[in-house]
């Protein structure tokens, strides 16, 4: 890749690569301790950058050595596999193929095991690194995917090699330990492409979805300006000194919404807990005395219920971002109260743009607002990201007007909207129209200019002419004091087409009954403008368990194939 | 340019525009203010974000109609240049051209006539856009440039045209008046250049420079990241709820440092006083509550000798930054009692970097040191931005150590260097070395990793084998409680090649003699090992006017050519 090495081509089209992330912190800070990992059995390991970066290194050599291979512009080359949890191996996998011009692909240990098998052979992973703990899972799907994959790697904090049928098994301390400390790493083309991650399928199959180098860098720079741009409130708390992240999102979600990336450049001092566990975040946080954390709202649940949770000291946290699916009002009410800084701000994002594109952000003429007026704010799906451009469009392919009202379909461009579904032209081109991605989610925009989501286009409640807004409905009733989760879905009905049933999930230990909800959206919803008769369920029922992804959202897909049973459970309402 | 519209170009590749930025307010805050413009008469004019985008796109159809071309990648649009101060008008010419694809050229108006107009003829200005105040300058030198530029537009806050033999002269505000408000911006390739700069012409004459569009991007989203990444002490002043700049710095410097790029794309207030006096600038501290602001010292020197300084209540302004030169360390002092939000960091960059390159930002593990001890850390060069690679390298090319010792020269890379010397591909090629920009800059590095600069390597005092480093003896000298300027030298010598001789300009009253200030370099500087005996000048002079360039570097061409004249003034020292 000499070429690229001499000007002109330096001198206005300097690459945008991963790699300068990954050299930040190897110029800034070599002697600083970049990553903790304290896995499983609570042991601790502490790697400087330097240590990291060359680690790195002698990974890229034993990738070259196992003769994986780069891609081109559009291209992508051989795909390098992850089934692993967050630690520092998992991080060096997210750079050393990349930045090589190889692809990055962490696979989704949350789908099921046919539709894992699904991505790893039309990924065509060349080679899978595996967890010690996740062998187990590989030997179950061995038989399906060992005509594609040609070769595994044993990752383990322990010594030595497993007894197991999954063959050739390297390991990976043992083929990298060898290996020089350096590597003379190419001036890629920034159009290369990186990564590849799979959606979690609740349409069908899990597709594939490429981004290359320019994308992941624009994003992280984006990101990490806006969050300068963010208009501060007199009372945030102040920024800290010095950031220290906990990762707890799986690097195997869209790698932990881009954690990698930005971290790194930002050079922060990066906790990883294997797996998020209450009592390791509670023990990482008073340690390692971490600053800021993301989590998604399961995760703040189980923190809450931890019983020893009082015991640690957590004070260094004051930044929490709550995200990936909506927070309820009830748990965002109990976790502001034990932690002062969390940020329970909404956002909205999809495999197909690598996490975040739009914010619940506040405005600058909103800073004094009351809290009361804020909440309101920041459940609003959002402002658009530095970088994207975003609009609501109509059936006419025109923008919908700013009045809260009109609903239409969420429509992105910008410099980290996926690049291709991948292997698969037909389904990229249907996404990609007149310049403009389409999401498939239907929202509406308010006169302050944030979008508003209602659902999933194909899960809208279509009743007569109209469309539901599930989501508002959801979000209405999760204010209940007694209700933990609540959606909605449309049932058949023979004069309206569909009509909306709600499933409920009490807080443990709440006795409120049907008509308590029913009353309390009559009261809150409809006297207060908020909702109309009509969108009224028709059904209201209280389950222990409702469907969710392998992301945390509600399976829509799977509440419809049980609704028989469902609806057995759920009580008629007739107002 | 319909083709980038559409899929593919999009979903890989959507471009980085200046349009983006101009964009972003209209979409967040179009009825907030975004403009202030207080006159030099104490008029004041304000415009919501709409008003000023409505303007800027009647502007874009103005110059359409005017004839004005674009370019393509590397290949320059017509020129579209500015002799004006600090206003509405010139942001609108900021956007205007660049968006259309031609370029924008903000002659620098300090430059003697005979360059400003070689600038002129030597950029081929098609338009020049005039102030009222600055029309006089034009008709100085109009017949030596209306061969080249093929008409002026006088830009007024008064209606009406003068009597000028200036033809064609068309008014601002008639031109625009009657166009479009909205204006179908082109998505551009994001290699058009944008901006066309000259340097100070300090070695020759002035050289002009491009940036295209994707450079000035990534400079702004970088700087702007750059500010989130640096460690916060814990006694900073919390960052202002809301960014109010003022905008001291000329427009016509290298587009005051980025400030229409990133203060738009921010969103922020934008506060233009027209040109800088003490007076504007309190006045519209208090009025607009301005937060932040960027001067040079000779600025702030100014405002601390305004009699009326104390009358205004300037508490909203929590953070200056001090750039263009060095700062002098008495200033630096009685500054930081007057504004306790000064930030005196240091900074490096050049024309061919559009600005910032380098900054003395402190890093993690200094949080905790002494005010003393970090005051040593911000008068260094300072460290690589994000989205750059620097390197000090030997005369064998290779990085020198990190010794804080071994001198070389600053050699850069990365997405906001120069594109190239504007028609003129000899000196392009060789400021391009082997794929680093080549600064003339010689510096060390110390065993932090920061860059710190000694001299122009053209300008640098060889004595013996050995470079003398001639701006550590500056700021040495600089120390002493009675200097208010110094500058080092070098004077021919029949056994050393050259020695060094000081320039020094007291403060104003004060009595130091020569021999206190060689005493003050022996206790402080040799004493405490900060240079050795031969680095000791063989001259000191004290002047009432040490020569600076136009942006206020100290010119030591002009002081060698009246080197005689300050020699005689100037006392041997014999130590």
């Not at 030595?160 to 003379?184: A, H, M, R, S, V």
């Not at 994003?219 to 300006?225: F, K, P, R, T, W």
């Not at 999809?350 to 506040?362: D, N, Y």
């Not at 909800?517 to 389950?543: C, H, N, Q, S, V």
Request: overall charge negative; aromatic content about 10%.
């Amino acid at each position: 890749m000499m070429e690229a090495k001499t000007y002109p081509e330096f001198s206005s089209r300097y690459p945008l690569l991963l790699t300068t992330f990954m050299k930040r912190p190897l110029g800034l800070y070599p002697d600083d301790i970049g990553i903790v990992y304290r896995n499983d059995g609570g042991e601790y390991f502490r790697f400087t950058w330097r240590q990291w970066y060359e680690r790195t290194c002698q990974l890229a050599h034993a990738l070259k050595e196992l003769g994986i291979k780069p891609g081109k512009p559009g291209e992508p080359g051989d795909r390098v596999a992850t089934m692993a949890l967050n630690h520092h191996r998992h991080l060096e996998l997210c750079y050393a193929p990349t930045c090589i011009g190889a692809v990055a692909h962490p696979i989704n240990m949350r789908l099921s095991l046919d539709h894992m098998v699904h991505t790893i052979t039309h990924s065509g992973d060349k080679v899978i690194f595996v967890d010690d703990l996740i062998l187990p899972l590989v030997e179950m799907i061995y038989d399906k995917i060992k005509s594609t994959v040609k070769m595994f790697v044993f990752m383990s904090d322990r010594p030595g090699k497993p007894q197991t049928k999954i063959e050739p098994l390297y390991e990976y301390e043992e083929l990298i330990k060898n290996q020089p400390k350096e590597f003379d790493w190419p001036y890629l083309s920034e159009d290369t492409p990186a990564v590849l991650y799979y959606t979690t399928g609740t349409t069908g199959l899990p597709k594939g979805i490429t981004f290359n180098h320019r994308q992941l860098y624009l994003q992280s720079v984006h990101l990490i300006a806006g969050l300068q741009m963010t208009p501060r409130l007199p009372d945030d708390p102040k920024d800290p000194v010095i950031n220290i992240p906990l990762v707890n999102i799986p690097l195997f979600h869209i790698h932990a919404w881009g954690a990698p990336w930005y971290y790194v450049f930002t050079c922060c001092k990066i906790v990883f807990p294997s797996r998020f566990s209450p009592e390791s975040f509670c023990e990482l946080v008073e340690r390692e005395k971490v600053t800021s954390t993301a989590v998604v709202p399961t995760m703040l649940a189980m923190l809450l219920e931890y019983p020893d949770f009082k015991k640690y000291d957590l004070s260094s946290l004051t930044n929490i971002v709550a995200g990936g699916a909506a927070l309820p009002f009830g748990l965002k009410a109990k976790a502001e109260k034990a932690f002062p800084g969390l940020t329970a701000g909404s956002g909205y994002g999809m495999s197909e743009t690598a996490a975040g594109v739009l914010s619940s952000t506040i405005k600058r003429y909103m800073v004094d607002w009351s809290k009361e007026a804020l909440d309101q704010v920041r459940v609003k799906t959002g402002l658009p990201s530095m970088g994207i451009e975003a609009q609501v469009i109509g059936e006419d392919g025109k923008p919908v007007p700013h009045d809260n009202q009109t609903m239409g379909e969420i429509v992105l461009r910008g410099h980290w909207i996926m690049e291709q579904y991948f292997n698969d032209p037909e389904k990229t081109a249907a996404a990609w129209r007149d310049g403009w991605f389409h999401t498939g989610d239907a929202a509406k925009v308010d006169t302050d200019g944030y979008t508003i989501i209602a659902d999933r286009i194909t899960d809208v409640i279509r009743s007569g002419a109209e469309m539901v807004p599930t989501v508002l409905l959801e979000n209405l009733t999760a204010n209940h004091d007694s209700v933990l989760e609540a959606t909605f879905v449309g049932i058949p009905d023979e004069k309206w087409g569909e009509r909306p049933m709600a499933l409920i999930k009490l807080v443990p230990g709440a006795d409120a009954k049907e008509e308590d909800i029913w009353k309390f959206l009559e009261e809150e919803g409809i006297a207060k403008g908020k909702i109309t008769r009509w969108m009224m369920p028709d059904f209201i029922g209280f389950y222990d368990d409702i469907p969710k992804t392998s992301v945390g959202k509600y399976d829509k897909i799977a509440i419809r194939k049980r609704l028989d049973e469902f609806l057995q459970k759920a009580k008629k309402m007739t107002g």
